[in-house]
């Protein structure tokens, strides 16, 4: 591990929903709106802990030995990708999102089961909400109305994601994008 990063634990959520999720990119970006700087299908996930952006080494060794005890209770389960949002709101939006359903409860569980074990390793979480991010616009400034966008697939179901590990990614900020690698995988 280099002396510093970026840290944050997230799920994958496997090659059938991230195709369909990016043909929802496509058709998003056929339809118009506002410039938006699009993830790429395989840097998508969903954030469960952001751990900081200047994290030292020992820090994510701790975040590394606390995913054991954070799964240790959590059983394999799945989850629906479904619908599409906005943060803070589609009509003043800055981030276009893929929401996750999870009617048995067992994503927040796991959730809060990592913010407890990783506690005083990075910021608190503020109010979890559970998705995968699109796209960002590109003007950090200002907000656009999305939510002529968002309405044909807001009930949209990108398919389901079969839970079975949580990962600990380092992210390297590039012109290209983020760039992603996995440093400890954690079964369920």
Known sequence: ??????YFVAIDPGPGVLGALGEA?????????PPIRWTRPEAMHLTLKFLGGN???SAAEGA?????????????????????GAFPSPKRARVLWAGAEDPSGALSA?????????????????E???HVTLGRLRDRRGRADLSGLIEPMAERSFGTVDVREAVL????????????????????
């Open 128 to 130: 979890f909400h559970a």
């Open 1 to 6: 591990m280099q002396e510093t990063g970026r």
């Open 64 to 84: 590394v030995a606390a995913m054991g005890p954070a799964l240790a209770g959590s059983a394999p389960f799945e989850l629906e990708v479904r619908g599409l």
């Open 25 to 33: 990119q496509e058709e998003l970006r056929e339809s118009g709106g």
């Open 169 to 188: 990614y380092r992210s390297e900020l590039t012109p290209q994008g983020p760039r992603y690698e996995a440093v400890a995988r954690e079964p369920l």
């Open 110 to 126: 796991l959730q809060s089961s990592i913010e407890s074990e990783t506690a005083g390793l990075g910021p608190p979480t503020r």
């Open 55 to 57: 994290v030292a080494r």
